[in-house]
């Protein structure tokens, strides 16, 4: 019923490469989509909304297809600092509201 | 600065006891929720409330309980009848749903390690 599924990883990658993240949603009615970053141990921080048209920011980029139902997140020029868990994330509408579906996330690990 | 937070950052719990997890926030949110992540795991909604006086049940509510009294507090209580209630607990906070569906995004306090000894 409210199902987000991503790419399992972990992806472990060398400084520089690029790096790309598959997400498959279940509910046709969403309409909100994010990807999250988590830090090991920390709370997960909004990265960046995800919008029809695609978006970027910086080495980031994000596409929707809303009729395959399929998220992606595109990372170039990978940073150690870019190690950590990536969550996709839609709404979904609940009985008495909305609220976000995560995904169980992405591990990314940089290295030098 | 606006943001929410959480107390404590680690609990401790006897088998058998009731424990209150604490989450304010001063964003003047209208929707607040409650997490659970077990290691390697996704995020779990354990209960919602998107208005004053009023809360919902997420996925997997049995044996916690919430309160909305006021809008910048949302506790969660961990009661004895949570078989399994070691994990990491975060609370969100949104504002209203976006006209036409959709939501904006959520903000997290930094979370709550709950273990049970």
């Known amino acids: 019923r409210k199902e987000v599924e991503q790419d399992p990883g972990p992806f472990n990658v060398p400084e520089g490469a690029t790096v790309a993240f598959n997400c498959t949603y279940s509910n046709s009615a969403s309409q909100s989509f994010f990807w999250y970053r988590q830090d090991c141990r920390k709370e997960p921080k909004l990265l960046m909304s995800?919008?029809?048209s695609g978006n970027e920011d910086g080495r980031f980029t994000a596409q929707l297809n809303r009729a395959s139902q399929y998220i992606s997140l595109l990372i170039r020029d990978s940073k150690l600092s870019d190690s950590a868990t990536y969550l996709c994330?839609?709404?979904?509408?609940?009985?008495?509201?909305?609220?976000?579906?995560f995904g169980k996330g992405t591990t990314l690990s940089v290295s030098s | 600065d606006g943001g929410i937070t959480q107390s404590p950052k680690y609990l401790f719990r006897k088998e058998g006891q009731n424990v209150t997890l604490s989450c304010e926030q001063n964003?003047?949110?209208?929707?607040m929720y409650w997490y659970r992540q077990d290691p390697g795991q996704g995020l779990r909604l354990i209960y919602y409330?998107?208005?004053?006086?009023?809360?919902q049940k997420g996925d997997i509510a049995e044996g916690y309980s919430v309160s909305r009294e006021k809008k910048e507090s949302f506790p969660l209580t961990v009661t004895s009848a949570q078989k399994n209630p070691t994990a990491f607990y975060l609370c969100a906070s949104t504002d209203r749903a976006l006209s036409g569906g959709g939501l904006n995004e959520q903000f997290f306090g930094p979370g709550t390690r709950l273990t049970v000894l």
């Open positions: 995800v919008y029809s």
């Open positions: 994330v839609v709404n979904i509408e609940l009985e008495a509201g909305t609220a976000l579906i």
């Open positions: 409330s998107q208005i004053v006086n009023d809360f």
């Open positions: 964003l003047n949110h209208d929707a």
